[in-house]
């Protein structure tokens, strides 16, 4: 044992390791996926979603291939996760639409019109993404499971609208929340081809246009004008 007029050995000189907190950890690799899937999507705007590969990602963030399947198990992914951000706005809006004393289609109006967040996105991304789900198998498979997911959500909007007496009662809620899914995606995908307007200006005006058919009293008022 040492006394205390002996100078510490060199153990005892060590200072102890220093590792990054959980928080700072779980910091970097979030950061670290997100540098992924954004360089992922640039490429797949530049290049095309099936030129693109998975070296080509990881030298753009700068990143080793190894890092790169640590957060996408497959290019594939990448496109998975990006609808994953399209459900979670949806996930917003639902819950916005059962905790608003105000307008439920109002809710369902600002989802339709940001395009469940997509309007900030690049046309040439969206063109990208529209190629891959046209061309690549198992990219066109996530694509319908992500809408079915969202379609049940919008129909649940929906249902609260109706229950409210803001949106016609005469069609089931889910088959207007497939009318609602096919109107966004085409107007989306007219805007990525020919992006001479700004995305949410086209987005509103289209809405403007059907959600005076969606209102309650709409099939009712169409039939007075028949018969007047």
């Not at 002996?6 to 590792?19: D, F, G, K, L």
């Not at 910091?27 to 670290?32: F, H």
Request: net charge positive; with cysteine; charged share 30%.
């Amino acid at each position: 044992m040492r006394t205390p007029t002996q100078s510490p050995t060199r153990r005892e000189r060590r200072a102890p390791a220093v590792h990054p907190s959980p928080d700072r950890r779980e910091r970097r690799r979030l950061e670290t996926r997100e540098r992924l899937y954004r360089a992922a999507l640039e490429l797949f705007g530049e290049r095309g979603f099936l030129e693109t590969t998975v070296e080509d990602i990881t030298e753009a963030a700068d990143v080793g291939k190894g890092t790169f399947f640590n957060h996408f198990p497959t290019k594939e992914h990448v496109l998975a996760a990006y609808g994953g951000e399209r459900i979670a706005a949806v996930e917003r809006a639902l819950e916005k639409a059962r905790a608003t004393t105000g307008s439920v289609l109002e809710v369902l109006g600002e989802l339709a019109t940001d395009s469940a967040g997509q309007s900030h996105e690049n046309p040439a991304v969206l063109r990208a993404i529209y190629a891959a789900h046209a061309s690549c198998a198992p990219v066109r498979a996530e694509l319908q499971k992500r809408m079915r997911t969202s379609r049940k959500m919008l129909a649940e909007i929906i249902s609260l609208a109706q229950k409210r007496g803001e949106i016609r009662s005469d069609a089931a809620p889910i088959e207007l929340a497939r009318v609602i899914q096919t109107v966004v995606i085409g107007f989306t995908m007219a805007w990525a081809l020919n992006p001479e307007t700004h995305f949410q200006a086209t987005a509103s005006k289209t809405w403007n246009l059907i959600a005076p058919s969606l209102r309650a009293g709409a099939v009712r008022s169409g039939t007075e004008r028949k018969r007047n």
